[in-house]
């Protein structure tokens, strides 16, 4: 199956290719995903009108979730549950796992993008998280006050965000009947925006049932940084789950077309565990380095000590509905 589509932010038929990607393995072939390399869904191409970077046209939907939620042949009772003994024995468990393995992390990321948002908005009213996950950020947002709620098209990320941490969480896609108009105060969507298809008309919705003068806080990944330019297609923003790469002025102009008013534009800085950085570096190092470096910290007992990173790679974004 293949989607070609007009640019996403200008709706212009006139793009140049950037780069085609590389084969990805066969799928009958075992993997490693730590050690596999960026492979976009299909070719890389850069608008000529807009200057948005995209994947046109899309080829392979594997990873791409164009219409939750992810129930697949599993018992809708799975939309709702908030029973963690349902996520065992699904694929998604070791995903959910090495995940949360990195909490303490998540938690001072969300609670460093809480305080970003907090100088924007000064009250603590209702808040969604487009995409929550598996809730460390909404969690943390219900903790400081605000009245928090999640979407998240995957059952698996869902059932553990209810389960681990009693937040309320919609198990879908966005769609335009999924929330009242004018409910909310605050929305966000935290490393979102690059997998949709369409993000103008998910914008044209978040616009919709935010209350006026609301908040949109989005972040994405950035390509307008000095790492992309030397690594170029071998960057790690071009995976097979990406269909639309955003620099800080084309998200931007995304927000305005569909009715927000910038406020504040960052670049925010990441905490992890030197062992997960180095999930990373085995990605171009290969695993045989890799592992003599992971040996290297287990025994120096450093592997859990926490790093701030900022490579200005993502960029954030807070707007204000117009």
């Given at each position: 199956m293949l989607l070609s589509r007009p640019c996403p932010l200008c709706g212009q038929n006139d793009a140049r290719l950037w780069f085609d990607p590389p084969a990805p393995p066969p799928s009958s072939e075992p993997c490693d995903y730590a050690f596999q390399p960026p492979v976009p869904p299909g070719p890389v191409v850069r608008c000529r009108a807009c200057g948005l970077v995209y994947v046109n046209p899309i080829q392979r939907f594997g990873l791409i979730i164009q219409d939750g939620p992810t129930l697949c042949d599993r018992p809708p009772r799975l939309l709702d549950s908030a029973d963690l003994s349902d996520i065992r024995?699904?694929?998604?468990?070791?995903?959910?796992?090495?995940?949360?393995?990195?909490?303490?992390?998540?938690?001072?990321?969300?609670?460093?993008?809480?305080?970003?948002?907090?100088?924007?908005?000064?009250t603590r009213g209702r808040l969604l998280d487009i995409g929550c996950y598996c809730g460390v950020f909404l969690n943390e947002a219900v903790q400081q006050g605000w009245e928090g709620e999640g979407l998240e098209p995957s059952v698996m990320h869902a059932i553990h965000a209810r389960g681990r941490f009693g937040l309320r969480v919609v198990t879908d896609s966005l769609r335009d009947s999924t929330f009242l108009p004018e409910y909310f105060d605050v929305v966000t969507a935290?490393?979102?925006?690059?997998?949709?298809?369409?993000?103008?008309?998910?914008l044209a919705i978040v616009h919709r049932i935010l209350k006026p003068g609301g908040l949109v806080m989005i972040e994405a990944p950035n390509i307008d940084n000095l790492w992309v330019r030397v690594m170029g297609s071998r960057h790690r923003h071009f995976v097979d789950d990406h269909v639309s790469y955003f620099t800080p002025r084309t998200l931007a102009i995304l927000l305005?077309?569909?009715?927000?008013?910038?406020?504040?534009?960052?670049y925010p800085a990441r905490t992890l565990r030197l062992a997960h950085l180095l999930q990373w570096v085995g990605r171009y190092t290969g695993r045989a380095l890799k592992n003599r470096l992971d040996r290297g910290l287990s025994l120096a007992h450093i592997e859990s000590n926490m790093?701030?990173?900022?490579?200005?790679?993502?960029?954030?974004?807070?707007?204000?509905?117009?």
């Open positions: 024995d699904n694929p998604e468990e070791p995903v959910i796992e090495a995940y949360m393995s990195e909490l303490e992390s998540k938690q001072v990321n969300a609670r460093n993008a809480l305080a970003r948002l907090h100088t924007v908005s000064k935290f490393q979102v925006i690059e997998h949709l298809v369409e993000p103008v008309k998910a305005s077309r569909a009715g927000f008013q910038p406020q504040k534009i960052f790093l701030r990173v900022n490579l200005h790679d993502i960029v954030t974004i807070i707007a204000q509905k117009t």
